[in-house]
Every structure is written in structure tokens, then in C-alpha cells.
């Protein structure tokens, strides 16, 4: 059964095939993002062993004014991927930006996010951009002149590979201009039992969240996959620093997706996600990689997660 044409997402849809015929197949973490994924991603972050949101919320609340004191003055803020943060008005209230620019892929979340902060503060225009902020992102022109300051908390830099951080981050240089600022959330290296319980809660809602992009595979693509053979899985890798999650099949399992079919041997795992972590030493070198010199960092006081001010 094929999902009428013209509903079909071409990069989903390539994402998937090309990423469950690789040798290790892999699909990009960014298809997570459904309506569900995104509530789900909501409830991840309210969950008890789910440590980034809410420690980065207080780190900021806390450090606000010294934070404030190195910002640019009159500037207009660029929040790349601003969903359905909780952030923004904290540094909104102690910036006083002349704008605020959110950027987001998800027309409904930019929308309602838009809104909050209109309604919060009525002296700073919005000017929202619905786009990927990892492609060409044109700012909008009603900023002129404006020093810009990039905001990008969430540790979200963490589910790119280094490679592709970099390049992130130099294209965030390119959208923003020399002498932009940009305060970027990174999570910490930390014991592998509390990072593996962030991202394997006890009340099932990551896996949840993982298991989802195979509904989404069946619904949006037609596919005939059993979800309930996967489980999910969170696995540290050492070598490379991260969190990986993973799908792995319970049991020999075949499907198809269009007119192509599939055959996974019990214990095969689909890769569906990495969350980098980063020491402080790390965590710099990949600024300046990027193009990106840091100028102060804040860091909570079990040193958890960290807040990079830098400078383009
Ligand atoms: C969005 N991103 C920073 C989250 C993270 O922690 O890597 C996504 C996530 N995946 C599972 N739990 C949360």
C-alpha cells in the first residue's frame, strides 16, 4: 500500500531506503521529528533521569546577568531550532534584543513558539524564518544592520558528527556574519550510567521516541514493518564519545517499503541517533574548528552540562 504521492517527503523517503540498504543501517536522527516525535521529544525532556533540559535551564537562569554583560547590545537574536524552548525568554528578558529571529523546520512549532514570545514581549519583534538551519537560511531583512547573536542550546550540536558540526558551525559563521556572537549549549562527558539512563528512561519514553520513526516509516511510506519486533537500545561508544541509540531486531524479521524488501537477522540494528558529549577541552577545539573563537563558559556546579559564549 503506497501513501498517495504527493504526501511523501523525497529526502525521507531516500533517507530511509538508501539508509536501511547501507552495511550498518543507519537513519538520520532529524526524521525522528514527526508531530508525535515532537511531543514525545517534549516529554523526554520533563523526565526525571533526562538530565540536559533542565540542568541547561537553570545554568542559564543562573548565569543570566553575567552572561548579559558580555552580549552584544541592541542586537537581534537568531535561535536556530527553536521549537518549543523554554530558554528564550530567559535570555530574551536580560538581552533586550531589538528583534528575535527564530528559525525552525516545523511550521506549527515556529508558529506557537512565535506567538509565546510576541505575546511575552511585546517590545521585541519577531520575525520567524521556517527553514532548515542547515541549509541556505536567508535572515530577514527587517534585522539590517543589526550584531547579531546566534543562540543554539539544547546540546543539539551533540547529534551531529564532528565532521558535520564543524561544517555547522561555519555555516552558522556565514549566516550570522564576522563579529556575531553565539551561545551554544553542549552536554558533558559524564558516568555511562546516568547517560545511559537519560537516554533509556525506566518509564519507556525514549524508546517510545525511537520506535516512532518506524511508525512514521510504516505510515508515511506504507511500509509493513513489525514495530513490536524492535527494541530499543542505548549504547555508549567510548571510542567516539557519544550515545548512540539503535533499534535492534528481536527476532529475523523481513519487510518491505515500496517494491523493495528488507531482511534483518535477529540482534541487526538499525542507528538512529548520536548524541556526542564533550569535555571542556573538546568542546573548544570544536568551536574553533568551526570558526568560532570562545570567549566564556558557564558549567553547572556537578559540571554536567556547559554553556560556550564565542565569537566569530
Ligand atoms: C535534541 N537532542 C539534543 C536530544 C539529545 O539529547 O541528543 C535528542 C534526544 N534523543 C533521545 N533523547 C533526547
Known amino acids: 500500500m503506497l501513501k498517495t504521492l504527493e504526501k511523501v517527503d523525497p529526502a525521507f523517503r531516500a533517507d530511509v531506503l538508501n ?38 535551564t537553570a545554568l542559564l537562569e543562573a548565569k543570566i546577568d553575567e552572561i548579559a554583560r558580555l552580549l552584544p547590545k541592541e542586537s537581534a537574536v537568531v535561535e536556530f531550532g527553536s521549537g518549543s524552548s523554554t530558554k ?27 506567538a509565546r514570545v510576541d505575546a511575552e514581549f511585546p517590545g521585541i519583534p519577531v520575525h520567524p524564518v521556517e527553514a532548515d538551519f542547515t541549509q541556505e537560511v536567508e535572515l530577514p531583512v527587517a534585522i539590517g544592520g543589526l550584531p547579531r547573536l546566534g543562540f543554539f542550546p539544547g546540546s543539539t550540536i551533540g547529534n551531529f558528527v564532528p565532521q558535520s558540526a564543524t561544517d555547522l558551525l561555519r555555516h552558522f559563521r556565514t549566516i550570522l556574519c564576522t563579529g556575531a556572537r553565539l551561545l551554544i549549549g553542549m552536554d558533558r562527558v559524564k558516568p555511562i550510567d546516568r547517560l545511559i539512563a537519560a537516554y533509556d528512561d525506566p518509564e519507556g519514553v525514549t524508546a517510545e521516541f525511537n520506535l516512532n520513526l518506524l511508525r512514521r516509516i510504516n505510515r508515511e511510506l506504507g511500509a509493513d514493518i513489525p514495530v513490536d519486533a524492535f527494541r530499543h537500545q542505548a549504547r555508549w561508544n567510548d571510542m567516539l564519545g557519544r550515545i548512540e541509540m539503535h533499534l535492534v531486531a528481536m527476532r529475523d524479521v523481513s519487510f518491505e517499503i515500496e517494491d523493495r524488501s528488507f531482511d534483518f537477522a535477529k540482534g541487526k540494528s538499525i542507528h538512529t541517533e548520536n548524541s556526542h558529549k564533550y569535555g571542556p577541552r573538546g568542546a573548544r577545539l570544536l568551536l574553533l574548528a568551526g570558526g568560532w573563537t570562545p570567549l566564556a563558559e558557564w558549567t553547572d556546579p556537578d559540571q554536567d552540562f556547559a554553556l560556550i559564549l564565542a565569537e566569530a
Do not use: Q
Open 19 to 56: 539508509g536501511l540498504s547501507e552495511p550498518i543501517p543507519a537513519i538520520p536522527a532529524r526524521w525522528f521529528y514527526d508531530r508525535r516525535g515532537s511531543e514525545l521529544f517534549d516529554d523526554i525532556t520533563r523526565l526525571p533521569s533526562y538530565y540536559p533540559t533542565r540542568t541547561e
Open 88 to 114: 528564550t525568554p530567559i535570555l530574551l528578558r536580560a538581552a533586550k534584543p531589538k528583534a528575535y529571529v527564530p528559525i525552525d523546520i516545523s511550521g506549527d512549532y515556529l508558529r506557537e513558539s512565535a
